[in-house]
């Protein structure tokens, strides 16, 4: 046993957490008086179940009681936390500390050790225990000598009333002061309104903020706690892990993906990652299982991505084994090189194909816009001989010409069977293999997590797999009408689009049957078991698996139906009306170009309506898999949402060992709030990572751009609905107003119906063929999608002009 000011210990005997607190005495930093059992006598204790008389005695005679008894693990200051994984006792009385010391002691060989040290795939650390005198504490906080979430060059300071504990383990909400280092000045305060720090006890916590910062070269997470004279104490520091380590980490990643794709051929230079529509599939921060699932049933391996693609034509690889999607402080990001990879058709080499990737990466560094739906704005799908020949030589670029006439000689043949083998086969067969899963109440927790398992592979193997095919035809068709009308029309061309791909008649139309659904249920005509029966598989972001179904939310489904103004219905046949004569009128004047122009037209509308219906019917999987998830989470007994932070494959684990995986979905969950409050771009160049965590000033700018999915321009009163639990901000949505929003997915649909087309729509993310984008043309609404800030910048209540037409958002009255 040594003591805290005389430890000349290696750390591998005395742990970090006491070799850093040694430093700091050495420092002249204030340190209460301590002493360490070392490894090696804390082994002794386990072994013998009681302490050495030797060290009872040391105890009593250099210590001032009651202490406090902590851990100091091998490695417990590493970039693995342990925090929470060992025990800790205050306030111990010198009759206790025996006990004390032998139950911190005994932790090591605890369950819940165990398992978190088997589910990081690293060994139970030897154990040291650091019994040192107790701070009679009036106010205890922690300083961080950086912002811990944004990285900003600022000191924190939180402070909470009494002992810190409650601080420490997010029990309370404590007073916050944000300084400037270099004044000392407070920049603000906020959280609790107590307890208030004398400009004293400011001026020391930033100058041993600086000190220990110096020592160890680092920033720093400091915990401290000041008495009833108020002077400050020291108990413990760590290194803060900051925004830098996060773009290391990304860095690092993102290299040795490239070495590997390099190794299979691509050699390509640097990446592009973007939010492009998968943040509007997921929400900006999803929870681990949403992401998980994402990547699982669609990304990453054989799933539903290079499966269904490779059946359409294409030529994928183990390219996609991974790398292709990635979360950046928890926001999701997709690779654009990887996604771009998808689009390979066979005949077109690995190393040549990698050039064209090259090109697709100049482009967005001139323009990052086009890192939003690239494969409608950037990737040449069917390039010309001429491009070709120009980037590869007059041989090669004949032959791979040939090679994409191949692919879409095969690609009209499944154009032309595909909508037919969905629709009586799949949709079918589908709706029977979710009718025989979807009973789960009786299930143990085995079988529930097998059925979790089925289900997701369902998904993978058989729904998204028909969805990425019925997708990939839709955005093609999409993309040959936009380009044939603006080719033949100039600048009518993108409205002549809007038009042609709207006014879908109802049968094929799910976006709109909800809408119609509730507004018959308003009237009377619909029961609302009715409605909930055929649409409570839907939610507010659809693949976002924590949020609530319609049909866990009775209220909020009248109170839609209740705020529906006009007829859906009606709408929707004056849509297709103006559709059907636009058509008849184009394919009149279209001359020698007729057949071209009339199979344009048909399947995009043939198409872009099977993709939603498609996506309607997996979402009932997705359904099924939150049900099982929270029976799951119900049979442990654990709080709610937290089942939310695994991944797939560690449900199946579960019954093996779920006391490992409570711990790790509450460390998750703690981080997921963290990273919340840090700035990721929607573009994110991997030669520049260094703009992670910038955030970007809107606050001074009265216009903001997007992009326009609609020509209609509108003028109204702004409502910014957050979330599915923004219930104020929905009871005053209304006909004419302008609704806000991150994105909208097709449980949105009745939101949009009560805008109507008097209104508009906002959103931070989307494009062309998002869902807002769709239903916007379907009712001739005013739409702006992909502004960023666009939820902070505008409050509700602010008068704002929508301006499809000119890709912008103007404020007009704040």
């Known amino acids: ?154 000191y924190v300071i939180e402070a909470v009333e009494g002992y810190g504990e409650a601080l420490v383990s997010g029990q309370c909400e404590p007073r916050r002061f944000y300084i400037d280092p270099r004044t000392e000045l407070v920049i603000k305060t906020e959280g609790a309104s107590k307890p208030e720090l004398t400009p004293a006890q400011i001026h020391a916590l ?59 051929g691509f050699d390509i230079e640097g990446d592009v990652l973007s939010d492009q529509n998968v943040a509007e599939l997921l929400t900006l921060h999803p929870c681990r299982m949403a992401f998980g699932l994402f990547t699982y049933i669609f990304a990453h391996g054989s799933g539903a991505i290079r499966t269904g693609r490779n059946e359409i034509g294409y030529d994928i690889g183990p390219e996609l084994e991974e790398g292709f999607f990635h979360l950046v402080k928890g926001q999701p990001r997709c690779s654009i090189v990887h996604d771009a990879l998808t689009y390979r058709v066979a005949g077109i080499p690995a190393s040549d194909y990698a050039r064209l990737v090259d090109l697709y990466l100049g482009r967005i560094s001139e323009n990052p816009g086009l890192a939003n739906y690239p494969e409608l704005v950037l990737y040449d799908q069917y390039p010309s001989v001429e491009h070709l020949c120009s980037v590869f030589g007059k041989t090669k670029g004949k032959r791979y010409r040939r090679a994409y006439e191949q692919f879409f000689d095969a690609f009209r043949t499944l154009e032309d069977s595909l909508n037919a083998s969905c629709r009586r086969g799949f949709l079918p067969r589908w709706r029977r293999a979710i009718k025989r899963h979807e009973n789960v109440e009786s299930l143990d927790l085995n079988a529930l997590c097998q059925r979790y398992k089925k289900v997701a592979d369902l998904l993978r193997t058989q729904a998204c797999v028909t969805f990425v095919k ?203 709030d963290e990273d919340r409050g840090v700035a990721v771009p929607p573009v994110i160049f991997s030669d520049r990572l260094e703009e992670i965590g910038k955030v970007v000033q809107t606050a001074d700018s009265k216009t903001l751009h997007g992009i326009g999915v609609t020509a209609k321009v509108v003028e109204g009163t702004a409502v910014v609905v957050h979330s599915p639990d923004d219930h104020d901000a929905l009871a005053v949505l209304k006909s004419g107003s302008i609704l806000v929003t991150t994105t909208t997915d097709p449980a949105w649909s009745p939101m949009l119906s009560v805008v109507g087309k008097t209104g508009g729509l906002v959103t931070e993310v989307g494009g062309l063929l998002a869902h807002g984008a769709i239903y916007a043309r379907e009712i001739g609404m005013a739409a702006v999608l992909n502004v960023p800030g666009i939820t902070a910048r505008i409050k509700t209540g602010m008068r704002i002009r929508v301006s499809g037409k000119e890709n912008k958002v103007e404020i007009l009255d704040e």
Not at 73 to 82: A, H, P, Q, R, V
């Open 1 to 154: 046993m040594e003591s805290l000011a005389d430890i000349t210990g290696t750390k591998n005997l005395i742990g970090g957490k006491a070799r850093r607190l040694a430093r700091m005495i050495r420092a002249g930093l204030p340190v209460k008086n301590g002493v360490v059992v070392t490894t090696s006598e804390v082994a002794t204790i386990l072994s013998d179940g009681a302490v050495p008389t030797h060290i009872q005695g040391s105890l009593a005679s250099s210590l001032i009681f009651p202490v406090a008894v902590r851990s100091s693990g091998i490695g417990e200051d590493g970039k693995l936390t342990w925090a929470g994984q060992f025990k800790t006792k205050l306030q111990v009385a010198s009759p206790g500390v025996n006990s004390a010391i032998l139950e911190c002691a005994e932790a090591v060989r605890s369950t819940s050790v165990r398992s978190y040290a088997d589910l990081h795939g690293i060994p139970v650390p030897r154990l040291a225990l650091i019994i040192q005198e107790m701070v009679h504490s009036s106010v205890s906080g922690v300083l961080f000598t950086r912002h811990p979430i944004n990285g900003r060059r600022i």
């Open 206 to 264: 930033v100058s041993f903020g600086r000190t220990v910062k110096r020592l160890f070269r680092a920033d720093q997470d400091i915990e401290w706690a000041a008495d009833e004279s108020g002077n400050i104490f020291l108990l413990q520091s760590r290194d803060i892990t900051a925004l830098e380590e996060v773009k290391d980490s990304l860095e690092c990643v993102l290299t040795e993906e490239a070495a590997r794709i390099k190794c299979l």
């Open 470 to 672: 019925a997708a990939r035809v839709g955005f093609f068709a999409y993309a040959r009408l936009r380009n044939l009308l603006i080719e033949l029309y100039g600048d009518r061309g993108q409205e002549y689009v809007d038009i042609l791909t709207s006014g879908i008649p109802a049968k094929d139309n799910p976006n709109l049957q909800l809408s119609i659904a509730l507004f018959a249920m308003k009237n009377g005509q619909r029961s609302e078991e009715e409605v909930l029966r055929q649409f409570g598989h839907l939610a507010m972001h659809e693949l976002e698996i924590s949020v609530p179904r319609y049909r866990e939310l009775p209220a909020m489904v009248r109170a839609l139906a209740q705020s529906i103004v006009g007829n859906p219905r009606q709408s929707l046949e004056e849509s297709v009306v103006k559709s059907l004569r636009l058509r008849e009128k184009l394919v009149a004047q279209s001359g020698a170009r007729r057949a071209e122009l009339e199979r344009a037209i048909s399947m995009a509308r043939t198409y872009l309506p099977l993709r939603e219906v498609i996506k309607f019917e997996y979402l009932r999987g997705y359904d099924l898999l939150r049900r099982i998830s929270l029976r799951i989470e119900q049979t442990l007994k654990w709080e709610d949402g937290l089942i939310f932070q695994l991944e797939p494959r560690e449900i199946l684990k579960l019954p093996q060992e779920h006391v490992g995986y409570v711990r790790l979905a509450s460390e998750r969950r703690q981080r997921s």
